[in-house]
């Protein structure tokens, strides 16, 4: 590595499992790590085959409660890249991801945002170039 890169963003969310239901079940991310540490809080980990990594942290008090589905004050704040979009976006609709939108064609890409059961924003990008 030859400089600082971002590894990992927060998601904070109302419970573990459900974190870890929506962003493997529907999302198809992979489960990188799940450590008990004591006192009712975990070290949850979920990530891309890609790089890109999400630490879903249980709200622990009545500010981090209210921030649960408004992280980035209600823009898109993640984003997930697919090189088929018709079928993870298939995908995620047989699994109840609820879309705001039909999909559609952008100068970067095939996009369409979605909320996690949570209430954040997302968007569903295949990208037109290949990403780094």
């Known amino acids: 590595m030859t400089g600082p890169r971002l590894a990992m963003t927060t998601l904070v969310v109302p419970d573990y499992d459900a974190g870890i239901a929506f962003c493997v079940a529907a999302l198809g991310f992979d489960l990188i790590e799940d ?3 004591g ?3 975990r070290w949850v980990v979920v990530g891309g085959e890609d790089g890109g990594c999400l630490l879903l942290a249980k709200a622990a008090n ?3 409660s209210a921030a649960i589905g408004n992280q980035t004050g209600g823009r898109v704040g993640f984003f997930v890249h697919t090189d088929n979009f018709a079928d993870t976006h298939a995908r995620l609709m047989t699994a109840g991801v609820k879309f705001h939108e039909q999909p559609r ?3 970067y890409g ?3 945002v979605f909320s996690d059961p949570f209430g954040n924003r997302w968007d569903l990008i295949e990208p037109k170039e290949p990403t780094q």
Do not use: P
Request: glycine share 6%.
């Open 105 to 107: 064609h952008e100068s």
């Open 35 to 37: 450590t008990d540490m």
């Open 62 to 64: 009545d500010a981090q």
């Open 39 to 41: 006192a009712g809080k």
């Open 110 to 112: 095939t996009v369409a």
